[in-house]
């Protein structure tokens, strides 16, 4: 990696963390709402991005695990459970649920495993709207209390932002760690080439599963952060049009790029606002957006991003090959 | 029984529409590889078409018809190939299922910008009068609908099997290398395939609306029931999918009487879950092979 790409990359990094710490103190509560939700769907998509990105997985039931966590978090809170308990407990379900999903789920691959995955999605959606004994159906959960973390009460939406955003570092930093682990080089090699991890020893099936879990319970652990910021939730929230959302930030960000999911949830949260004038038309400019977007650079924003850097790069480091990209 | 007689009827009438549009869904699969997640709006929006040829055009409704299947054609066939299909073709299988997914949203949203939000009632092809069969009471119009798929599918059968450009396009499915090699000129074939997809959608469209009225959302469960039943029957397979479409029909109906309504939805998705963990070619399908 160059020595530009990395300061920029630097410099880029420290000013948002800047900027996300300083924001809500000049925010309505609106404005600290949509950061909240920022943090929340960046958080499952980070998990989506494990499974589709690192490891190559077309998922569709991210979505159905942002509702279990969601559920699990806002059932056993409302009946007086701690949150720290449910938090976990959401993360721990998310993790067997995915496990028991991925296990024979993934011995099919790609367009297979999308249409399984959605079939799940859509089978979780009937489960919650169905089950009023154990979710009240289509009435939803409401008066789902905020957290208080040691004594500190979340309770102001500012706070419950903090939160958000520590569970967000905590995340990103276990991530960093996981895809630089010998773990995440043997996603990494699932993705480009199953064969050749396979001939090396990687026990390709086992890690496959490994990143679905993983991932499925960052989704649970959005789902647990999601029902106190939204106090309120319902089965519609979580059907398949959240999992093609979250779908579209990852590849909108950059699939397989660490802050993929970090620009591709900013996007899709904060865009609705910024095309608020124009009404009802906001979903069909997203769509054109995305469509012109996979036609131009399918590899995402960062994609997009990373090669309008590298001619700049390649002057610098000698060593850098030099194929020009005739998109370019 | 007349009762079940009554419900196998209107169960194969939903099928035959679904194995229309999973028919070619497969088709578009089999000669591009071309996962298309907007099929369901697909079938939604020629119903507009027509719709918006007789409110703004001031057509007869057999003009907006015609209009409507050509517009299909156009847009849903030559102009979705042109712009999205063929500059996405070359980046792999994730950018285009990524791109259909967007123009799911787009098509769904456009109509419901431009056309309106509520569900509008569609003319019927047919009267709604009743026959009585062995004493069982069944609607004329699921007899059209049976009558017309079957005859459409027939058709495209025998243009697939008998005539040359339908063989040249079973070669350009099975491999497109050695077709191109032939002579065949590729490119046509996938083509055709694309504008006999938008028409396949177009008769869906007007043979579904008028019994589920035409509304924006309605492409949501018409495309997943397109997916399962192409899995189903066989994804590589046009005969496949005419069983899965007939499949998912008739147990849609009979498990809407007699088990469930609540989850009457469900059903299908645990066949497509069953099918593909124990079955992934389909239950025609054989592995690994191509064909139309």
Redesign the interface.
Known sequence: MSALGNSVRGIVAVAACAVLIAAPFGLKPYGIYLLSMWAVMTIAAIGLNLTLGYAGQ?SLAQASFVGIGAYTAAILTTHGWPFAAAFFLAAALCLAVGWLLGY??L??Q???L???T???T??VF?VLR?EEWLTKGIYGISNIPRPAVFGWSTQAPRDFYFFCLGVLAVVSFAMWRLVRSPWGRAFMALRENPMRASSLGVDTRRYTLMAFAIGSSLGGLAGALYAPLVQFIEPTAFA?GLS?NL??MV?VGGSGFFFGPFLGALVSVLLPEWLRFTE??Y??I???M??VL??YC?AGLLGLAERLLKPAAEDRSVLTQSDKDPGA | MTDLIQLLVAGLATGAIYALVAVGFTLLWQTSQT?NFAQGEFVMVPAFFVLAAMKFGGLSFPVAILVGIAASVLILGAVFKRL?VD??IR?????????T???A??LK??V??FYGAEAQSFPALWTTTHVTIAGAVVSLQNLVIIGVAVVTIAVLQWFLGRTRTGRCMQATAQNPALARILGIRVERMILYTFLINAALVALASLLISPIYLAKFSNG?TLG?VA??AA?VGGFNQVRGAIVGGLLLGVIDNLVAAYLST??R??IP??L??AV??FR?QGLLGRAEERSV
Do not use: D
């Open positions: 077309i024979p789920a011995r099919v790609h367009h297979y999308a249409f399984v959605l079939a799940f859509t089978l009937l169905n398949l093609l779908l579209l590849i009802g038309f979903l069909i997203y769509a054109a995305v469509m996979m036609v399918p | 996962i999205l500059p996405m980046h792999g299988v994730l950018p285009l299922v990524i791109s997914i967007a123009l949203l787009f949203e456009g419901k910008e949501e997943i997916f399962i899995i609540q989850y939805g469900a998705l645990f497509l879950i593909i963990l992934p």
